[in-house]
């Protein structure tokens, strides 16, 4: 059974720092590419970053130089370190798991509030 567990949401104020987990299990994690997604209430869901299974790693434009992934293949995690957060990053965030042949999973989300 595939699981991707979702941790490190909260409230922050703006300005302030969070870091994003996502453990998985039940996938060859070394081989699927790994994303955080972003929704906000009313809003669609959207791409926030993603890294490959080689390591390459794309970001949204309204992310790029505050936030960063990254990857554990030993632990089977993938980060999100949030950095000068705003109160339009308020949304759940959801890990996303996805191999090359199709396979997609998701996690169940976290909410991020930033809020003073």
């Known amino acids: 059974q595939v699981q991707l567990v979702e941790s490190g949401g909260g409230l922050v104020q703006p300005g302030g720092s969070l870091r994003l987990s996502c453990a998985a299990s039940?996938?060859?994690?070394?081989?699927?590419?790994m994303s955080w997604y972003r929704q906000a209430p009313g809003k669609q869901r959207e791409l926030v970053a993603l890294?490959?299974?080689?390591?390459?790693?794309n970001y949204a434009d309204f992310v790029k130089g505050r936030f960063t992934i990254s990857r554990d293949n030993i632990k089977k995690t993938v980060y999100l370190q949030m950095n000068s957060l705003q109160p339009e990053d308020t949304a759940v965030y959801y890990c996303?798991?996805?191999?090359?042949?199709?396979?997609?999973?998701w996690g169940q989300g976290t909410q991020v509030t930033v809020s003073s």
């Open positions: 039940g996938i060859i994690f070394s081989a699927f590419g």
């Open positions: 890294i490959t299974s080689g390591g390459n790693i």
């Open positions: 996303n798991a996805e191999s090359q042949r199709g396979s997609k999973f």
